[in-house]
Every structure is written in structure tokens, then in C-alpha cells.
């Protein structure tokens, strides 16, 4: 079934050039084009809402990766929530609400052996809000659930330590440990953030890595000393979204057998003197311990269990989440990617193009 | 049964100051003292030859770590053979050889409750040789074993990269990978090492990472070339022994579901300006893969059948094994021990104390 898409303008956001350092207005482009009537097998997705994350820096850069990167001129990957206003695809009807790789962009043409590659499926918002779908039980929700389950193993009574704590990733990680009986201590930046995820996600402590610091410390060393304070017991998992000092100031506090989960490094992608690589990593050694990273998609034949599963905890109460809902259509993108690198989101970064 | 040790003088060597960077005269003190008959359940113990090992350098430093460090005044902790020469403990004989920590010294003292402490135990010279003893079935062998087995968990086909390849650790890592039906690429310092681990022991290639590159090309770019020809098919196991550029370069090689044994760093030991942490650790996420760090004791419960395989595969000339071995007394431990550090051993390391 179609219906009209006549005088309907898709605006979008190409890669331009790629970046050095923090992306710039140069580095993108904004296009626009006609939306045309889909093809027989195609259909035609509204975007709702994008899902802003760390891992599209990497996106930008050249160079192998777990992904190809985002060719220039290419509308800029996006994952995101839509609504399917045309359809000649019978898996899909129109009003259809789906989620998958959009792009940046208004309106997504999708082919009918595209549907599968951009990881097309029907969402049920009576599971969640158009925002949960894209923190807790989208991409970031699995990214927590499968990152901390199956690579970090956590153990009832254990201390589970995550960075970017306020973070999509962060807070589906630190609710979810909380579940499965760990102590949890979060680390994020601000007052405000930490507050919430003691006293509103009920993690155990959380370290406010920008907090000043007492006269004569330095920041990291009072990382550390929150680390010392808040793991009496040492640090049995940590799930690494930032990298950096902060990396190394927990390998320095790691239990035997301790497992690090590599989900980001996103104090580094903006790095124009390289990678910081960890310098303790010895602490592997000394401690039998290992890093191991995690990608998302390896997991996508299980997303529906801990979809149901999490779904389960934000209807009971023992998960919530929160989204930093930006407004502003596709022209806000630019802008509002930088939110993530300097921590100004609190939250769930999402920029909603329609309701 | 008690013999006389009136008139026998034991040399030792302590330390004498916690080194910054290399070792020198000034870390270490030379003493002696006679050697007292043994008390009820003590035995005294003629050192015949110790291992010496980069390992050493660690145990130099202050701070925790997998054993304590050596105390300031201390005998520098070694492992070594040596032979029973009197004992009121009724489970060693005089006569009997045995292994275990018996220290920079001629002659150790070892009290009951010592013994099991030190991992002192009964060798075998059928099974191998006392340097033998030191080398595939000692220490280093049982840590290349359970180190490649038990964490690096190879299967046949898979490519096995291993650093330090002609070190004590990395020739028992190298070929029991080839016994297992790996492809085996070695990393080692010099020509003569890297024909030596491809003609003798059997390597399908050896990287001399102090090969002169060719004009206008950096020697870690060299190595990374010459991982690049030798693994064609990727990196499945890093056994790395080294740290630094080439952790770094072999990071950049691997494969989906690497395993990156974490056993040693020389190349950092000696560093005073810190460690050098892996720049491209991300590798691990974007490659699924992990870094887990060895230490041999957890593993001492299996020393026995370890042992037994091994010495099997020497019998059989599957394993060969080298060892660089010195004369000279315990007055040349603080000269030999820099060997290591310079890549000057070409073999295990030992130095002979008595025959």
C-alpha cells in the first residue's frame, strides 16, 4: 500500500570531509532531495528520532573497522526509529512504526534487500517509548545487556564499576548489575549526573571524574581515591566506554580474575596525538585478569530476550532511563553530536526529527 | 642424614637498592656466610645452576604485584636445581636434585615449613637435563604451556605469533603451537635467533625485529610488514612476551575472537619514563578479541602433566631446547642478568653455579 509522497522533502546530513579532532561545519553537508514513491519491494520510513552515539566519530574516521566507514558524500549513519509511510515491502505496512539504520536524514527509501543490512524491525511501543527504543531496549540497551552479561560475567555480591555511567550504554549497564546483586559505582562527570544514578537508578556510589579536586590533588589521583573509597572489596567488572586515565586509574584497583569489558574509548576519538593506550595494562598480569571487547551486532540473534527481559525491569520499576531529547530537525545534528563530547548530555542523546 | 658443611662459605647476592631503570653495580651487595649444619627438618641445598629471568626485573620494584617484592637486604629471589647436600627432613635425601626458590646463593637452607613455600621439589635428569629443568620443564616452560593452553586456547590451523621466540618462554610457546597443529610466526631480535627458531625449532617464519629496515622505512613499520607477509591469514593467538611497538603492531593483525596472552613486557621494564601502554587496544573491540593476563603458580596443581608432555615431546624430538648457560659464580648474576635486557642471551638464560 503507498500513498503519496508527493511535494514530501528529505532533508539530510552528508559526511563531507572527514574530521581531525572534533568534527566541524565543514565536515558536513546538507542536501536535500524529492521523496520519491517507493519501487515494487521498497518502502518509505519517516524518522521520528535519531539515536546520537559515541561510536559515530569512529564512523567518520577512514580505516578498517568492526563497520566500513561512512564514504564522503554518504548521508551520515544513523540508527533510529521511524514510521513506514509507503509501502510495496508486504513485511512492512504503513503506520508500521520501525527501527533501524535511518541516517541522518527525514525520510529513509529503503530497498527490499536493504531492509535486512539496515537492520529493519518492527517496534512495539508498548514496550516502550520511541526514546526507550533507542536507550534501554535499542542498541545501547544491548550493547550493556550482552556487554556485561556475556563478556563480563558478573557474579551476584561482585563490584561492577562503569564509566560514562549517565550514558545510554552506562545506565542500562549499572540498573542491570544492580539486578543481577552487584555492588555497582558509576563514574561520570557533573554532580548532577551522579546524583541521578545513586538516587534515581540506585547505584551504590558514582565518581564525579570532574568534581574539583582538593587543593594540592589531582583530578585523577581523586579518581582514583574515589575508586579506593567506593571498591573496598576491588573491582571485579568494569565496562570501559571512555578509556584514558580514567581506564587506568581502575586497572589499578581490579580484582584476580577480573574481567574489563572494551565498549568505547570516547575520551580518545577526538585524540589529535593519538590513541592513549593503557599503561596498566600490566595489571592483566598481576591480577589474571583480561579486557575483552564487545560489539553489538555478534548478539543480534538474542536481542528479543533481553529486549523482553529489560522491557520487564522498566515496566516493574527496577530499570528506568533517560533520554536528552533534542529538538531541531536534521540541521541540529552537527551541534548536537558535540553534546557527547564534551558530556554536555545528560542521558540518552536522541534528536527527534518528528512526533 | 646430616653430612659435615664445616669450612663451606655461602656466597650470596642481595639488593641492596630498588634500581631506576637498568640494574646497576649499586643495586646489588655481595655477602657470605658459613653454612650451618641443618636444624631438625631443615636441609641444606648446593645451588647448581639458576634461572634467570626477566621477571627478575619486576621483583626488584616496590609495590604489589603477583609476589611480594624482594625486601631491601634480601637474597635476590631465583629459581634454580640444586643438590640435597645434608637433610634432617625426612622427604628429601642428600644426593637428591631438586627444584625450587633457592636465590642468588651458593648454598640454601630451607626449614620445613620452607620447602613447600619455595615449590621445592624432586627432579628427574631422565626427563631432561638441570638446565632442561630450568628452561621447557621449568618455570618458563610451564608458563609458555598453560599460558598458550589454557589462555591462548590455539586451534589447529590458527596462527600463533609469539615475541621473545628464541627466550626460554617463547621457544616452548612456538613449538608446542606447531605440536598442536598451529602456523607459528616468531618475533625475535638478531638473524641468528630468527634462523635458529625456524631452521632448528621448526617456526614457519621468524620477524628480526632489529633487521636494518630498508631505506626510508621505520623499523616497527618494517615489523609490522613483516607480520603483514607472515600471517596472511591474520593472528588468532599473540603470546606476547615484550610490550611496547610490537604488542602494538600485532594488535593491528588480529583476527575476530583474538587471544592476547599477557605474560611479560621487557621491552618496558626498564623504561623510567613509565610504561608504554598499547595505543591500538581497541583493536580488541573492533575485533572481539581479548587480553588476558598469566602467572604460572595458578597453574602448579598441573606442573606434573605438563611436565610429563613435554619431557615427551623432547624425547621424541618434537621440542629442542637452548639454553644460554654462564659460568662464573654468583659474582656474575648482576652482569648476566642484563643480557636479558639487551637481547644478548640467546636461549634460556641460566647461570651455572656448581656441576
Known sequence: MATTLANLVNHQVRLAARPVGLPTAENWQFTQEPVAEPAEGELVIQTLALSLDPAMRGWMNEGKSYIPPVGIGEVMRAGGIGRVVASRNPAFAVGDIVSGTLGVQEYARVAADQAKRIGLAKVDLRAGSVTQWLNVLGMPGMTGYFGLMDV????????????????????????????????????????????????????????????????????????????????????????????????????????????????????????????????????????????????????????????????????????????????????????????????????????????
Open 152 to 355: 563480563g560475567q558478573p557474579k551476584a555480591g561482585e563490584t561492577v564499576v562503569v564509566s560514562g555511567a549517565a550514558g545510554a550504554v552506562g545506565q542500562t549497564v549499572g540498573q542491570l548489575a544492580k539486578v543481577k546483586g552487584c555492588r555497582v559505582v558509576g563514574i561520570a562527570g557533573g554532580r548532577a549526573k551522579c546524583d541521578w544514578v545513586v538516587q534515581e537508578l540506585g547505584f551504590d556510589a558514582c565518581i564525579d571524574y570532574k568534581a574539583p579536586a582538593p587543593e594540592g590533588v589531582q583530578r585523577w589521583d581523586a579518581v582514583r581515591e574515589g575508586l579506593k573509597q567506593h571498591c573496598p572489596a576491588g573491582v571485579d567488572v568494569y565496562f570501559d566506554n571512555v578509556g584514558g586515565e580514567i581506564l587506568d586509574a581502575v586497572l589499578a584497583r581490579i580484582n584476580r580474575k577480573a574481567r574489563i569489558i572494551i565498549c568505547g574509548a570516547i575520551s580518545q576519538y577526538n585524540s589529535t596525538t593519538g590513541m592513549q593506550g593503557p599503561k596498566n595494562y600490566m595489571s592483566l598480569l598481576v591480577n589474571r585478569a583480561r579486557m575483552e571487547g564487545i560489539v553489538v551486532f555478534d548478539y543480534a540473534d538474542r536481542y528479543p530476550l533481553a529486549i523482553a527481559e529489560m522491557a520487564g525491569y522498566l515496566k516493574d520499576g527496577r530499570m528506568k532511563s533517560k533520554e536528552d531529547v533534542v529538538e531541531g530537525g536534521v540541521a541540529a545534528f552537527p551541534q548536537t553530536l558535540l553534546k557527547l563530547f564534551n558530556g554536555e548530555n545528560f542521558g540518552k542523546l536522541v534528536l527527534k526529527l518528528a512526533d
